[in-house]
Each structure stands twice: as structure tokens, then as C-alpha cells.
């Protein structure tokens, strides 16, 4: 058989490998509670609020600008992206495996003995080609569980952005939160300062005791530290954002006033098999019950014996018209390792399991997040309806029972519970609408965040 032949007969085989049928395991979806409807959403809308793209849902610019700044340079998005392209190279390696490997090589020699006195050299060139026939599926099932593992990375990724747009919303509303806290209780101390000085007044004329002097002194220094503690919280809070911006810290640039931010009154959440295709979480999940299942399939070809092919085609330098070929096989097979294969599979397969197992708790906590989100959402917007009737009472009160102070039919005492009533009120309106606001981007992000399958 000359060279030509051996190369028909290598390459007939090669694509007699790559169109061998092998062991491939078909995907089923694990069962799932099944649900039309969430328990606080009755509506099954068939657009979600969680596909709207992230930029599109705030109307401050000022917090968009930081959302692409933290996108640009968070440390732990760029981990992601490096995590990312090693599970590409990792893609690109195992599809090697289902070509032929093509190989060269030179030797030489120079050898000399005792009975001869001429000197012998010999040098050649050879190329090898070699190839593992596929039969069983091994190295197809292999390239399947590098293709899912890229792709479980890649929504790992989406997952991780997704999570850092909530992130960075949630800690911009509360630095908005503690803006509007500050001057409060700025407001608060100028006020009291203005009401000790008319009481101080009063004392020196020796209308009233030193009590309500010392009160609303008091009052005072308790306003001073809640400042105190405000200007610490928001220094702290900056540094935090500058962090996850990956930057050291800084000063964070304000855009609108809490009460300015603003969301769609209705927040259509779609159905909770929506959840499935779009939050990442559940994507990664099922990347992964993809691999495993290839994995698998490659370990149960392991009870098959490997069959490789070998072409040698080379020719002597020393002599250019001596040319050699050789093809050969080799077949390999297991005998006395079966236990352990099949224990290997079984390793698999519990492995697979364990896999469903967190697929199935992933959706559960996805929905759980929907419905807590939704809730909180519903509650904090109504607690602060009710805290702002409850503040406009408490204005109300305070500027009668000075009235009444002045008039001589109360007590200082009640004048300063009732401040102190208000300050709480100032404080806790501000609180309730930071907490609603933030349950919206929990919201956001408990339905997918933006992300939708485009695999």
C-alpha cells in the first residue's frame, strides 16, 4: 500500500469517527413547583419589569453615570470576565481534541566503531498524524460539558453585573437617605437653637425655671449626635460606593433628591416560569445540569475500548529518495477496572442530583425573592403614606402646643415631646421611602435584572 493509499484509508476512518454515534444523554428539565400566578400578583403580564434594560429604569442620569462607572471598573465584574475567558481557552481546548493531532520530528546520527574506519550519519524528517476515534461519544460528551461550563460563566457574569447595578442603586438611595436625614436634623438644631434662645430669655427674666432651659438644651445635643452619627454614616457609605466603583474613596456626586426618584407606578412581574429564561441564577443552574449530564456521558464511555489511529510518513536527509510510511492502530480497552468505572459514573450521577437539587431550590428562592420584593414594595409605599400624614399631625401639634406654652395652659414638657415627635417623623418618612425605592430594585433584580437568554 503506498502513501496515497494510507493517507484515503486515514482520512475515511477520521470521518468515520466523526460521524459515529456515541453515548449522548438528553436534557430533561427537573420538575418544579408549578405556579401561574405569584401569590401578590395576580396579573400574569406577559412583559416583565424585569426586562427592561437597567439604564432605562432610573431617571436620575447622575446614578446611571455611577452604574457605568462601577461596570467599567469593579474588581470583581473584571474576576468574572478573567474567570470568562479562561473558560473559553478552556471551550477552545477540548474542541481540539475532535481533530486529528499532527506532529513532527527530526533525528540524527553520527555513529563510528572499532572494525570500520568510514564514519556513518543518518538523519530524518518524519510527520505523525494521529487521531482518536470517537465511537463511544467520550470526547464529543467532553466538548459539551466545556461548551455548557462557558456558558454557565458567561450567566455567571450577567448574574454578577445584574447583582452590582442593584448593588450600587441601593447604596446611591441610601447615601440619598442620609443626605435628607442631615438636613433634618440640621433644620432640627437651628430650630431648637432659636426656641432655647426665647427660653433663655424667659429664664433670665424669671418667668420660667431652669428645667426648661436644661430640656431643650438636651434636645439640642440630641439632635447634635444623631448629626454626628449621619455625617459618620455618609462618609462610611461613600467609601463603600468608591469600593465597589473600584475606587479608593471619594466623594460621591449627587444627582436628584430621594423624593425626586422616581419608578413606573405598576411593576409587571410576568409569570413565574418567566424566572427560568431570564434571572441568571437559574440560567447557571441549568448550564450546569447541561454539563453534568455530559460529564456523564463521557465517564460511561469509559467502559469502551479507545481506538487510535497512527500515520508515520517521513524520509531520510541524507538520502531524499528514501521515503517510509506506516499506518498503524492501536485499540485499548478496561478488563479488570470496570468496579471502578462504574463507581465513577455512580459518583456522577449523585453529583447530577445534587445538581438538581440546587436547581430546584433556585427557583424556589427566586420566587421567594419576587414575592418578598413585591410585598415590601406594596407595604413601604403605603408606610410612607402614612408617615407623611403622621408628619404633617406632628408639624401640626407642635405649632399648637407652642401656642399653648406661650399662652401658659401646657407645659414646656409637651412642646418637647412633641418636637422630638417630629424630628422622628422627618427621619422615619425619609426611611420608609429609601426602603421602598430599594425594594424596587430588589424587585429588579429578583426577575432577571435586565438579562435574558440569548443562548
Known amino acids: 500500500m503506498n502513501s496515497k493509499h494510507l493517507k484515503y484509508c486515514f482520512l475515511g476512518i477520521v470521518l468515520l469517527g466523526f460521524w459515529s454515534c456515541g453515548i449522548h444523554k438528553e436534557y430533561e428539565a427537573p420538575e418544579i413547583p408549578e405556579a401561574s400566578n405569584y401569590r401578590n400578583k395576580t396579573a400574569a403580564d406577559t412583559l416583565s419589569f424585569g426586562s427592561i434594560s437597567w439604564w432605562n429604569i432610573f431617571n436620575d442620569t447622575t446614578l446611571v453615570s455611577l452604574i457605568r ?73 467532553q466538548n459539551e ?8 460563566t458567561e450567566m455567571a457574569q450577567n448574574q454578577v453585573q445584574a447583582a452590582l447595578v442593584a448593588q450600587i442603586a ?36 424669671g418667668f420660667i425655671s431652669k428645667v426648661d432651659v436644661n430640656q431643650v438644651t438636651i434636645n439640642q445635643k440630641d439632635a447634635e449626635v444623631t448629626l454626628q452619627a449621619l455625617l459618620r454614616s455618609r462618609g462610611q457609605l461613600e467609601n463603600a460606593l468608591s469600593t465597589v466603583l473600584g475606587s479608593t474613596p471619594k466623594s ?16 409587571p412581574v410576568g409569570v413565574p416560569v418567566d424566572l427560568l429564561r431570564r434571572r441568571p441564577s437559574m440560567l447557571v443552574s441549568e448550564r450546569k445540569l447541561k454539563a453534568q449530564l455530559a460529564i456523564i456521558g463521557a465517564t460511561e464511555a469509559l467502559r469502551y475500548p479507545n481506538f487510535t489511529l497512527s500515520l508515520d510518513v517521513g524520509s531520510q536527509l541524507t538520502n531524499p529518495s ?90 414646656f414638657l409637651e412642646f418637647i415631646n412633641l418636637q422630638t415627635s417630629l424630628f422622628s417623623a422627618q427621619l422615619n418618612a425619609s426611611e420608609s421611602y429609601k426602603l421602598h425605592l430599594q425594594s424596587i430594585v430588589k424587585l429588579y433584580l429578583a426577575l432577571g435584572g435586565g438579562w435574558e437568554n440569548t443562548n
Not at 460539558?145 to 454557565?152: D, F, K, N, P
Not at 438644631?189 to 429664664?203: C, P
Open 69 to 141: 462607572e462601577g461596570i467599567d471598573n469593579n474588581l470583581a465584574l473584571k474576576n468574572t470576565a478573567s474567570l470568562l475567558k479562561q473558560s473559553q481557552l478552556q471551550l477552545e481546548i477540548a474542541r481540539t481534541q475532535l481533530y486529528p493531532s499532527i506532529n513532527y520530528g527530526l533525528s540524527g546520527e553520527i555513529s563510528k566503531n572499532s572494525l570500520a574506519s568510514n564514519t556513518t550519519q543518518n538523519a530524518i524528517a518524519a510527520a505523525n498524524v494521529s487521531y482518536t476515534l470517537d465511537l463511544w461519544g467520550r470526547i464529543q460528551n
Open 145 to 152: 460539558a466545556a461548551l455548557q461550563a462557558y456558558l454557565a
Open 322 to 411: 528514501f521515503l517510509f510510511s506506516r499506518l498503524a492502530g492501536n485499540l485499548v480497552g478496561p478488563i479488570f477496572n470496570k468496579d471502578r468505572i462504574n463507581n465513577s459514573i455512580k459518583v456522577e450521577e449523585e453529583k447530577l442530583n445534587q445538581n438538581i437539587l440546587e436547581y430546584q431550590q433556585s427557583y424556589l428562592l427566586a420566587f421567594q425573592e419576587v414575592e418578598d420584593a413585591l410585598i415590601a414594595i406594596d407595604t413601604y409605599f403605603q408606610e410612607f403614606e402614612i408617615r407623611k400624614e403622621q408628619l404633617d399631625l406632628a408639624q401640626e401639634a407642635l405649632n399648637l402646643s407652642w401656642v399653648r406654652y406661650n399662652e401658659g395652659v401646657t407645659s
Open 170 to 205: 441601593t447604596i446611591y438611595f441610601t447615601i440619598r437617605d442620609v443626605d435628607n436625614k442631615i438636613i433634618v436634623a440640621e433644620g432640627m438644631i437651628n430650630s431648637l437653637n432659636e426656641f432655647r434662645k426665647v427660653i433663655e430669655a424667659r429664664y433670665n427674666g
Open 252 to 267: 460621591i456626586p449627587r444627582g436628584l433628591t430621594l423624593q425626586e426618584q422616581l419608578f413606573p407606578s405598576e411593576f
